[in-house]
């Protein structure tokens, strides 16, 4: 693989102006230039590239990356083919990762097994996968093997590769967990097998394991057929996920290959970072029964908190997908994503089948059991609305929006020449442009992710895993970030001293109001007059930093 440092350092040397005026004809607009989109017809130019940022993006189409990413689309080549043909084009020659020698060893341990677990197929195991409907290149194609209950396995593999300690490596000594059982392996983002799943045919429980977590396998933040899915998911722009192997196994076989599958645990922020990456839009497709109603949920509360849009596929006639594929064909698993309910008709109608809603205790119990709900969904006001909307409809109760976040959508950054930029911007600009100045000058996002709105922590906290690279971010991040760019350049040229003490005097007000507020609330706990009295000469003092710092 293409050591990272060195694509960095090939980014830092290319001028992607140069790079895209040889497929596009640019015109330079303050400090960013525009032409014609080369990705989808137009006839007024919405393709900006923004040399300070070293990206372009589409406004028209979306379409946005770095010089690299450019060509790659450009030519119809790999990422890494354009990083080879950029290279040579320059003179410079490609240097590889260096490697990591248990991590190799790892990586070859997987390999291995999977081959050796592939080889031990027998008939019934074929049989079991020929009933469930897949056919013979299909199960070639997602690597199934069997586990035989007389032969260890793993403690061959481990005795090839030199391997002594093998409970490093996600198995105990001189056993197989997986003996007798179907395997299924799991690999992580790029292709690499890193763990295994086992189903058991006969009789017993638990039906299904995973591997134990590692140094490498990490159950929260692995996803099932994530290293294929992830670029259908960016062509599709939305992700579904179901909670089964062969239920994302049967949404592939319906050609719906942007799908992905939990291993066994909830679905999780990290999951939702990593696919946050690729698409702001989730469809979920987990058991129609009570556990998967409930794991519905919790996956809808995770996502609406972390700003993604969400529906929900709804299973008929079947208790889930791969069942309803074997029954009734694809066209009915691609029927069901059509009729997707949105995220606030699943909840409003889930928990209202609870409650006897002819009756006024059992409306009023109802009211009570979905105000949890409105709170998440305040995030996004729309949603809320309709919610409302919604739960008027079944109760005869008026409701209304009780909040308004002051940054709801992507449309709020949107450039407003004559509404100068809000400290949240100005914090994504800096973080995700300006990365050196705000080293210089100490900030850190540590430091100011708790005094910001939701929408804006929960950016910059994505932004944090990616590094700040808008190359590695979805389109809403890259949109929301370009709209900030293009508002904050259409202000100021630069970054000048005199804006950059702004922030942080506003960055000071905003922590001593954070302290005023906590004492506020002790103050209205606390029993003892004499720390009350403490506790209100701090607030005080407080005040008056406040006041001063306003003053400078």
């Not at 849009?309 to 997908?321: M, P, T």
């Not at 119990?365 to 079944?394: A, C, D, G, H, Y």
């Not at 630069?494 to 609330?521: N, V």
Request: glycine residues 6%; contains cysteine.
């Amino acid at each position: 693989m293409i050591s990272p440092g060195f694509i960095k350092r090939l980014k830092d040397r290319l001028d992607i102006v140069e790079v895209v005026s040889s497929y596009v004809n640019l015109q330079k607009v303050g400090n960013n230039y525009k032409g014609l989109c080369p990705f989808h017809t137009e006839t007024s130019p919405s393709f900006y590239v923004t040399p300070h940022l070293n990206i372009y993006h589409c406004f028209g189409c979306g379409a946005s990356g770095d010089a690299i990413n450019f060509v790659a689309q450009m030519e119809g080549i790999s990422y890494y083919e354009a990083v080879e043909r950029l290279a040579q084009g320059m003179g410079l020659k490609v240097e590889y990762e260096q490697k990591d020698p248990f991590k190799d060893l790892y990586y070859q341990f997987y390999k291995l097994l999977a081959e050796e677990y592939k080889r031990n197929l027998n008939e019934k195991i074929v049989s079991y996968l020929n009933q469930r409907g897949l056919s013979k290149d299909e199960i070639e194609k997602f690597s199934f093997g069997y586990a035989p209950i007389n032969l260890k396995v793993p403690e061959i593999v481990a005795n090839k590769l030199k391997i002594t300690d093998t409970e490093k490596f996600g198995f105990p000594k001189n056993r197989d967990p997986f003996s007798g059982r179907l395997i299924i392996p799991i690999y992580d983002d790029f292709g690499r097998v890193i763990a295994f799943g086992g189903r058991l045919l006969g009789d017993g429980m638990p039906k299904y394991i995973n591997s134990p977590e590692t140094a490498i396998f990490k159950k929260t933040s692995t996803l099932y057929l994530y290293h294929i899915a992830k670029e259908y998911i960016e062509q599709m722009d939305y992700a579904l996920i179901c909670e089964g192997y062969f239920d994302a196994i049967a949404f592939h076989r319906a050609g719906l290959k942007n799908t992905v599958a939990t291993l066994g645990t909830a679905l999780t922020k990290n999951h939702v970072y990593n696919i946050k990456k690729k698409t702001q839009n989730v469809l979920l497709s987990f058991d129609n029964d009570s556990a998967g109603v409930t794991a519905t949920l919790k996956s809808i509360e995770v996502l609406i908190s972390l700003g993604m849009n969400v529906a929900v596929v709804e299973i008929s006639g079947a208790k889930d997908s791969a069942e309803l594929i074997q029954k009734f064909g694809k066209s009915a698993v691609v029927e069901s994503i059509k009729n997707a309910k949105q995220a606030e008709e699943f909840v409003v109608r889930e928990l209202s089948e609870n409650f006897d809603l002819k009756n006024p205790n059992g409306i009023n119990s109802f009211l009570s059991e979905i105000s949890k709900w409105e709170k998440i969904f305040q995030v996004q006001p729309k949603r809320l609305e309709n919610m409302n909307q919604l739960i008027t409809k079944i109760t005869g109760v008026a409701r209304r929006n009780s909040y308004t976040p002051k940054i709801e959508t992507n449309q709020t950054f949107q450039a407003k020449k004559t509404v100068p930029p809000t400290l949240e911007e100005y914090l994504i600009y800096i973080f995700f442009t300006q990365k050196e100045k705000a080293k210089a000058l100490g900030f850190e996002i540590d430091s100011v992710i708790d005094l910001v709105e939701d929408k804006t922590k929960e950016i910059l906290l994505i932004g944090k895993t990616l590094n700040f690279s808008l190359s590695s971010s979805s389109k809403y991040i890259v949109e929301v970030v370009m709209n900030i760019v293009q508002k904050i350049d259409s202000f100021l040229p630069y970054l000048d001293e005199k804006t950059m003490e702004g922030i942080k005097r506003e960055l000071e007000e905003r922590k001593i109001e954070k302290r005023i507020k906590e004492i506020d609330s002790l103050i209205k706990n606390i029993r003892s007059d004499e720390e009350r009295k403490i506790l209100l000469k701090t607030r005080l003092e407080l005040v008056k930093m406040k006041e001063d710092i306003k003053r400078k």
